[in-house]
Every structure is written in C-alpha cells, then in structure tokens.
Nanobody
C-alpha cells in the first residue's frame, strides 16, 4: 500500500517562510503528477501547486511568485517552498500523488495533512 507522509508545517509570522516535504513509500511502479492542495477553515479544498514527472510546475494564481514546488523522483519526494507567507495561506496542506501501482493501474494517494498557520 502506498503512503504519503508530510512534514514541515507549523506557525510562522507573516512574511516568513516554511518548507513542506512529502515522501512516498510502499509498492509502486512509478509516480506521475505530484502536488499540494490546501484547505482553510470553512473553505473548500484548493489546488496550490502541481509538478509533472518531468518537472514541469503549475501554480495557483494566489501563490505564483511566492511558492516553489520541486520533486526528487529517485527519493520519491515532493517539496513546497513557501516564501512571503500571508495570513490567508493558513490551512491544512495535503500532499497528493498519482501513483502507478501496476501495469495499467493508477491510484490517487493523499497524505494526512500538515497544518500551516501564518499569524503574528
């Protein structure tokens, strides 16, 4: 069974930085797209950033220029560097991956979430 484990959340002041990390483990053939989503209190989950297996990133407009997504295919990790954080970035951040578990079989896997709080 494939698992995603996130780390790196916490409390940071406005304007500060945090780096989230997510590591995949378990039986899999490969990992296609990886990404980060977030859900703020009382709001729907939203896409933050994704990155293809080849390393092409895509960002929500709200984080462009402030967040950077990266991945290491050998280590099966995806990171999210978050700079110039704002109070509105406060949310639970979830790692997501589309994993090939067998020939022709794919599964979307979610991490357990890590809380990011931006507050003075």
């Amino acid at each position: 069974q494939v698992q995603l484990v996130e780390s790196g959340g916490g409390l940071v002041q406005p304007g500060g930085s945090l780096r989230l990390s997510c590591a995949a483990s378990g039986s899999m053939l490969s990992i296609n797209d990886m990404g980060w989503y977030r859900q703020a209190p009382g709001k729907e989950q939203e896409l933050v950033a994704t990155i293809t297996r080849g390393g092409t990133p895509d960002y929500a407009d709200s984080v462009k220029g402030r967040f950077t997504i990266s991945r290491d295919n050998l280590k099966k990790t995806v990171d999210l560097q978050m700079n110039s954080l704002k109070p509105e970035d406060t949310a639970v951040y979830y790692c997501n991956s589309m994993v090939q578990i067998d020939v022709g079989r794919y599964r979307q896997v979610w991490g357990q979430g890590t809380l990011v709080t931006v507050s003075s």
